[in-house]
């Protein structure tokens, strides 16, 4: 399982396992895409129309404002990363205190 929080930036870092099985490299240019209360991301060519940001030199990646707010995701929130095909989809997990209750 690959679980990772939202850093204070909005950043997420990719776990290298992930990175290396989809072929990503640093400087890759990826799409992010919100859908219903999950973030799909996948490798794309650079000049896309959509959103789109680079992987940076640590595997990590920044979610911008919008997707964030799209999906309800905050900074210190904890995601479960899957791997699709060629697609890595974000789903927000929920808080220790909040799978107790």
């Given at each position: 399982m690959n679980i990772v929080k939202i850093g204070t930036l909005g950043r997420?870092?990719?776990?290298?396992?992930?990175?290396?099985?989809?072929?990503w490299q640093i400087g890759d240019t990826l799409e992010i895409l919100a859908a219903g209360e999950t973030v799909?991301?996948?490798?794309?060519?650079?000049?896309?129309?959509?959103?789109?940001?680079l992987l940076d030199i640590?595997?990590?990646?920044?979610?911008?404002?919008?997707?964030?707010?799209?999906?309800?995701?905050?900074?210190n929130d904890t995601v479960e990363l899957l791997v699709a095909g060629d697609t890595v989809i974000v789903v927000k997990r929920e808080s220790a205190e909040e799978e107790n209750n």
């Amino acid at each position: 399982m690959n679980i990772v929080k939202i850093g204070t930036l909005g950043r997420m870092s990719i776990p290298a396992s992930i990175r290396s099985s989809l072929n990503w490299q640093i400087g890759d240019t990826l799409e992010i895409l919100a859908a219903g209360e999950t973030v799909t991301i996948r490798k794309t060519e650079p000049g896309a129309a959509y959103e789109k940001r680079l992987l940076d030199i640590n595997g990590r990646l920044h979610l911008p404002v919008v997707i964030r707010k799209a999906v309800d995701l905050h900074i210190n929130d904890t995601v479960e990363l899957l791997v699709a095909g060629d697609t890595v989809i974000v789903v927000k997990r929920e808080s220790a205190e909040e799978e107790n209750n």
